[in-house]
């Protein structure tokens, strides 16, 4: 069992920068891969990263590649989400989710343990 607490997140204008941290509780989240998604309202939830368990790999999507950048320290069972050049268009709850496949995925059915999510809203 993992449980999963997302922080970081906040009210930021357009170009600003954020950090998000997904503090996951558990003795195996070195075995975990590890990702970040988001919903905006009215929309349905989207992927916005993963990372392996090693943190060798890493994707993200087209609409965040070059801004977003997903990390993990396996020694403070922590995974981040370095949040740059915001926009409008991010704002949303962001999730961490924590997946018992060691390789990275994207897709949500594949996460089996979520965190209860952080909002972030960025202004123009």
């Known amino acids: 069992q993992v449980r999963l607490v997302e922080s970081g997140g906040g009210f930021m204008q357009a170009g600003g920068s954020l950090r998000l941290s997904c503090a996951a509780s558990g003795r195996t989240f070195s075995t975990y891969s590890m990702g970040w998604f988001r919903q905006a309202p009215g929309k349905e939830r989207e992927f916005v990263a993963a990372?392996?368990?090693?943190?060798?790999?890493?994707y993200n999507p087209d609409s965040v590649k070059g801004r977003f950048t997903i990390s993990r320290d396996n020694a403070k069972n922590t995974v981040y989400l370095q949040m740059n050049s915001l926009k409008p268009e991010d704002t949303a709850v962001y999730y961490c989710?924590?997946?018992?496949?060691?390789?990275?995925?994207?897709?949500?059915?594949?996460?089996?343990?979520w965190g209860q999510g952080t909002q972030v809203t960025v202004s123009s």
């Open positions: 989710a924590a997946s018992d496949r060691m390789l990275l995925t994207t897709y949500q059915y594949e996460y089996d343990y």
């Open positions: 990372i392996n368990w090693s943190g060798a790999n890493t």
